[in-house]
């Protein structure tokens, strides 16, 4: 089956996989639970955003209808294959909103081959969609997570050290621990700061349960024996792109079969550790979207690898959350004077007439100011990523230019935290041949100040007589044409950011607002802190304790003379002979007794 748009509501046949039947955008976002007109998506300000609403809305579907809990095979196909067609278009930007797809009178058709979502995976996966699905675990947990928990790349440097410590795991002991450039590793994502570290080899890559549980219905799929499992993992871990994990399908066909070759041998696979208990009063029953009680009754006594009863646990999910609620507002106004990087879609005004506010507890989860305009009347903008050679884009824009990014860029989207749009801000920089470092130095350029940026950040640029502050806006007007990155305005700071664990330089200024043209911060720092000196009494000293008289060195013992070593009489006789000298020769004169007798 493949999924294109349509123009009758008639003409789609259900899923069974039959057939050439076609669905637009706004079909698959119906079939999924998401309705282009409601408060889901109406208070969305980014196309990442939009996005996020969609994924908590399918996990909440897809729960509810798993076989494993008694849901139809039939219906589950539908919901992945229309999940599948939104994803690629996601991770290939082919819309700016889905919303504006939805809605327009001359969409695009979109073709998808229905048999890629057999197993909730990705392209050219072969296996029978009738009895191939992952099991409803993967699925909860994967719902827990709004960014994916891992990512995947080619090492950047030589400098990144392996962090395995389980010594069974750890097969890097004879080559050191270092990760070579152009290396795949693996990271975990660090919720604070937003960004991935503790890399580790790709051989020393303990795979966790939330992604071989998505792999272990590959094992006898695809045909073909070894070959066949191999692509049809290939196939699951691209399916799990931008949820699972984050990075799969940028690598080559080469390095995707590495990984899938490593994630398939269940040697490598971590243990499962127990898994949540889901209370009774979370779980949502499948007759609750329509398809009758008997579904639901099922529901509760399947099994499928998964504990709790019933089907789909609404906190899971977000049933009532829509993504981004919260910071739409602020990054509408943030942006209210963009350029022509923001495409807005529907007329200025009239506005819709206001619905009566929801009543109960709809009161908490929505805001009626901004949930109860319609989509159409609703002045929405979105920032278009430039592209070389589109919309009058050079692609040597900025080659040459060392650039470093402040702050977070929620309008692009990706990543969480500090590091909220900063990776695709990377590389949209990178392909207009700019060099992106992470910290100023002599050589920088230009920093591109995002919301709530660092406050170091900004003192070193504005120190620097070199380097110039640009917003995201003006950037990218300067980009496509419009305006000459020279005569771009400095960028208004709302609020300067906190840092990691609240260890910011703001912190130490007082106040964080400001215009970005302002005196260098570090010089105002080494202002207050010399004039704190000269305002501070000088601590008194302490008392010093009376010192014990030293004792009297002693004069070093005379050494004893060593005892003469015995000599032996013959020494002793030579020795005395050489002192006296040689002895008097006597005359020798015969004795009396010498004479002889005369006769």
Known sequence: MSCSDSDSDSDYDGGDGSGGTSTSVRRCLAKIGIDPAGPELTRCASLTEEFTAIKKAYFKKILMVHPDKGGDAAEFRDVN???????????????????????????DRYDYDYNSSG????????????????????????????????????????????????????????????IGKGEIRIGSLDAQSGSYGRWVHLKCWRVPSRIWMGLAQADGDGGGGSGGILEACVAALSGMN??????????SPHDQRQVAAHAADKSNWASLQGRRRVRAADVGTASSSGRGSSAGAGGASSGGGSSGSGSAPAHAAGASDAAGGSSSSSSSSHYSAAGSGYSTYGPASPVAAAAPPPSGSAVSRFQPQESMVAPSAARRRFYVVPRPG???????????????????????????????????????????????????????????????????????????????????????????????????????IEAFSEGFSGNGLHMRLGSGRGKATAKPLLADVKKRKAAKAKTEKPKPKAKQKAEKPKPKKRAPAKPKPKPKAKKSAAAKKTAAGRKKGPAPKRNKTKTTTDIAPIS
């Open 81 to 107: 294959s229309s999940w599948e067609l939104i994803r690629k278009l996601y991770e290939d930007r082919a819309v700016p909103s889905f919303v504006a797809a939805a809605e327009s009178t001359t969409q």
């Open 119 to 178: 197993g909730g995976g990705g392209a050219a996966r072969s296996a029978s969609p009738s009895t191939t699905h992952m099991p409803w675990q993967y699925y909860y947990d994967a719902a827990a997570e709004e960014v994916p928990p891992y990512k995947v790349e080619l090492a950047r440097s030589g400098r990144s050290k392996c962090t395995q410590r389980t010594q069974s795991a750890r097969r890097c002991a004879d080559e050191g621990p270092l």
């Open 242 to 251: 931008e949820v699972q994990f984050t990075g799969f399908n940028d690598l």
């Open 390 to 492: 589109v919309n009058g884009a050079r692609a040597d824009f900025l080659k040459g230019k060392t650039i470093v990014m402040t702050g977070v860029f929620p309008e692009i989207g990706g990543g969480a935290g500090l590091n909220q749009g900063k990776d695709r801000l990377r590389s949209m920089c990178e392909s207009f041949g700019a060099r992106v470092t992470s910290a100023i130095s002599g050589k920088t350029d230009m920093l591109i100040v995002g919301k709530e940026p660092g406050a170091s950040k900004v003192g070193k640029a504005n120190a620097s007589p070199k380097c110039q502050l640009v917003s995201l806006a003006d950037l990218t007007m300067s980009i496509q044409g419009e305006q000459k990155l020279e005569s771009a305005p400095p960028p208004e």
